[in-house]
């Protein structure tokens, strides 16, 4: 249990790393990226854990990946203005 939570945090922060230096513009600041992305991969691995009763590592691995990039999405900012017209335009 020790090696999944140690691996699948290390995996979260890696993900939120490398969307943090992917897409600055796109993302607040680091010091909330990262933890969101560990915090995010802890609770997948916790979910697969619990729902497979200590199954595969990989198996694990992976929820742990889908949680902390949906966690991290919504973090997401739009890349441009929002052009909206008036209503009488």
Known sequence: MLL????SAILGLTLAWAAAHRLPHRLPA???VLPTGVAG???????MNTALDAG??????LGAVIVSVA???LLLRPAGRLRRRSATA
């Open 41 to 47: 991969a802890l609770f997948g691995a916790f979910l």
């Open 71 to 73: 966690s991290l999405s």
């Open 30 to 32: 680091r010091a909330l």
């Open 4 to 7: 999944e939570a140690l691996s």
């Open 56 to 61: 595969n590592l990989l198996t694990i691995l």
